[in-house]
């Protein structure tokens, strides 16, 4: 019966080795996934900086352009102004008229581009955040699936020792309280 005991300990050390074993393996893989979505989470977040920096560079070009076109509609008005004053320049100013409406019309068709681009820098921002939200929500779930595994591998390393203690109590080896 001594025997028996003996061995069925080794046996139940050796599975706990095993157990032990298992169970960093297990975390040790997991810890790599982790690693590997930090790290995807952080060229996401630099791809989202750039596109920010992009969008203000855009905003400034913009806020240039603005500032051209007023500047060319005043020259033009002046124009206007200067050609009823002058009736014998009027050919040329009317020339002159024709050029900067036509340099308006191709700011106002960059300024369309520009807005038609900035659009799609905010949508690509906006799916980059939809994307950063679900890897997100992927790490939650899979670090919450973690500590579930831990908590049940303790459950079994705390049965395992109530069932050493029971051991010990029935073989009478165990340490005595008294």
Do not use: P
């Not at 799916?127 to 591998?153: C, G, M, P, W, Y």
């Amino acid at each position: 019966m001594k025997n028996f005991h003996q061995n069925l300990l080794i046996l139940l050390a050796l599975s706990l080795c095993g157990l032990c074993v298992w169970q960093w393996y297990g975390q040790t893989l997991q810890r790599h996934r982790i690693e590997n979505l930090n790290q995807v989470l952080a060229e996401k977040s630099a791809a989202i900086q750039g596109y920010t920096n992009t969008i203000e560079t855009l905003n400034h070009q913009v806020e240039q352009m603005d500032t051209r076109i007023t500047e060319l509609k005043t020259a033009a008005a002046t124009n206007d102004l200067v050609s009823a004053a002058q009736k014998r320049e009027i050919a040329r100013l009317q020339l002159t008229a024709d050029i900067l409406t036509n340099q308006i019309t191709q700011y106002t068709n960059a300024v369309t581009a520009l807005e038609t681009k900035l659009q799609e820098l905010s949508d690509g921002v906006k799916r980059q955040n939809a994307a950063i939200a679900e890897l997100t929500a992927q790490r939650d779930d899979f670090v919450k699936k973690l500590n579930d595994s831990i908590s049940d591998r303790n459950a079994i390393v705390s049965k395992y020792n109530d069932l050493v203690k029971q051991i010990d109590k029935s073989t009478g080896t165990g340490n005595k309280e008294n």
